[in-house]
């Protein structure tokens, strides 16, 4: 095993040409294209007139995550460029990085699936995160790339941001907002106009800030008007997975540039995989939901169990595990119980997207029991999209199109890509009773 490892992590991290009389593993995108188009981009001009140009000023975020998922990626990417928009400072822009340190295009994870060690966020996103313009009334200079940053800047001043919370006591339990304050405060005071987060310095905002609603709940009133949320968009990449599969899922699932609900839609997240065992560690910490799964109004909200406050026993796991790894069983009377809520609240619902990690057969299995549920047009899942190999990296996305874009969504509570899903729907305005957890 080891052996088979080290073999597949020379072939995949030696920059020679892919050895083709091996097929140990397809080599994934290089995404050349999208890195390309932002190198390209209007704004990367160092004699544009200020505040762009070689008299802006930037920041650049190089302490940014690397090798997680998509989900706490894009949490992070929303703080770091809303921060830069209150701190009045041009973004520059980062790709979404699994491994910074890959000689080549691909890395490993888990050991053994072959992924991209870098995709450009252009390839994920479109809006103020990707280089795209800002709102009138909201407008700042557009971000640039990591090279024209270097070009302009090749001495920027470097923060330690695990210094620069102990200098400002910022502490574990530091509201999202005093968190955004302050370091907004030291970017508009810094006397260099090129300034950098160093890497492997630490995070501004952690994972424990979008796990608790506590931290994140003043912060909320002004971020929902930010224009990196409201300007949100997804890549023509992700809309073109749309656009080649939608007939599968909702006949208006095709117009990937609208945030328009699909009527009677039910989109549901369902986590599995590596989830049986964060679960139990979720009931360890006594992790509550993530905080945008945890806006007032939203139904479903979890109901401590006994052993909260006392002894831990096995309902308390039981009752984590029910939420936040439901089984089949558990699922489709879920279904049942949601659909009829829906349609006494004048929201009937016809057919179900299912967003899941689940492996093929497991996925076909809970298809085939929630079409025994009950009349439904269509009942399709993550599994069912047809993509090609760039598609491939970036289905998650399109995932949550279809999950943002849903009549009823049924999330995992736990789940940062269900959080974001909910993010999107609150700013969009879609009614909160509309969010479900299992
Ligand atoms: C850069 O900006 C200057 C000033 O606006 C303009 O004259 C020039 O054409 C731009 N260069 C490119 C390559 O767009
Ligand atoms: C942002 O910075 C520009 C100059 O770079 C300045 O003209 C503008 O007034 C600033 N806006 C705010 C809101 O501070
Ligand atoms: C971003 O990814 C591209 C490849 O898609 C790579 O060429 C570039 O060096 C990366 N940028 C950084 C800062 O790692
Ligand atoms: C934080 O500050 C304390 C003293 O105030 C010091 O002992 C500690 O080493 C500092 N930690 C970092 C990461 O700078
Ligand atoms: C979780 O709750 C239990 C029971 O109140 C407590 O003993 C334990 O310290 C808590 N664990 C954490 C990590 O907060």
Redesign the pocket.
């Known amino acids: 095993m080891l052996a088979l490892f080290l073999l597949a992590s020379y072939l995949l991290l030696s920059p020679e040409p892919w050895p083709v009389s091996l097929h140990i593993a397809k080599r994934p995108p290089d995404f050349k294209a999208w890195h390309d188009a932002e190198l390209a981009l209007?704004q990367n001009?160092?004699?544009?007139?200020p505040p762009q140009?070689r008299q802006g000023r930037y920041v650049r975020f190089s302490n940014h995550y690397t090798h997680e998922g998509w989900g706490n990626v894009m949490q992070e990417l929303l703080m770091n460029a809303h921060l830069a928009y209150v701190a009045n400072a041009t973004f520059v822009m980062y790709n979404y990085t699994w491994d910074p340190y890959a000689r080549g295009d691909a890395s490993l994870f888990l050991f053994t699936k072959v992924v991209p060690a870098r995709t450009p966020m252009s390839a994920l996103v479109a809006g103020p995160v990707a280089g795209g313009s800002y709102p009138e009334e909201a407008w700042r200079p557009p971000a640039v790339t990591p090279e024209f940053f270097e070009k302009i800047c090749p001495e920027p001043t470097l923060f330690d941001v695990s210094r620069l919370k102990n200098e400002s006591e910022i502490h574990p339990w530091t509201s999202a907002s005093d968190i955004m304050d302050v370091f907004s405060a030291h970017i508009q005071t810094s006397r260099d106009n090129c300034m950098e987060f160093k890497a492997d310095t630490g995070r501004i905002f952690d994972w424990d800030l979008f796990a608790n609603v506590e931290r994140m709940r003043s912060l909320w009133p002004t971020f929902k008007h930010s224009p990196i949320l409201t300007e949100w968009a997804w890549s023509p990449l992700v809309s073109s997975i749309l656009r080649d599969n939608y007939a599968r899922i909702h006949p208006l699932a095709g117009d990937a540039e609208s945030n328009s609900i699909l009527p009677g839609l039910l989109a549901m997240h369902i986590r599995r995989g590596d989830f049986v065992r964060h679960c139990t560690r979720l009931a360890d910490r006594n992790q509550t939901y993530q905080a945008f799964n945890a806006f007032e109004g939203m139904l479903d909200q979890f109901v401590p169990p006994r052993g909260w406050g006392g002894e831990r026993n096995q309902a308390y796991y039981d009752a984590y595990r029910e939420r936040c790894y439901p089984e089949q069983e558990a699922i489709v009377a879920k279904v049942s119980q949601v659909r009829m809520e829906a349609l006494e609240q004048g929201r009937p619902l016809n057919r179900i997207y299912v967003l899941t990690n689940g492996d093929a057969a497991w996925t076909k299995d809970l298809e085939r029991e929630l079409r025994g549920e009950g009349e439904w047009e269509s009942v399709t899942s993550s599994r069912d999209l047809e993509v090609d190999w760039e598609q491939h990296f970036v289905a998650q996305a399109a995932d949550m199109v279809i999950a943002a874009r849903a009549e009823i969504f049924i999330g995992n509570a736990w789940s940062s890509l269900t959080s974001n899903v909910n993010m999107l729907r609150v700013v969009r305005g879609v009614p909160i009773e509309t969010s479900r957890f299992w």
């Open positions: 209007p001009n160092a004699s544009l007139p140009g």
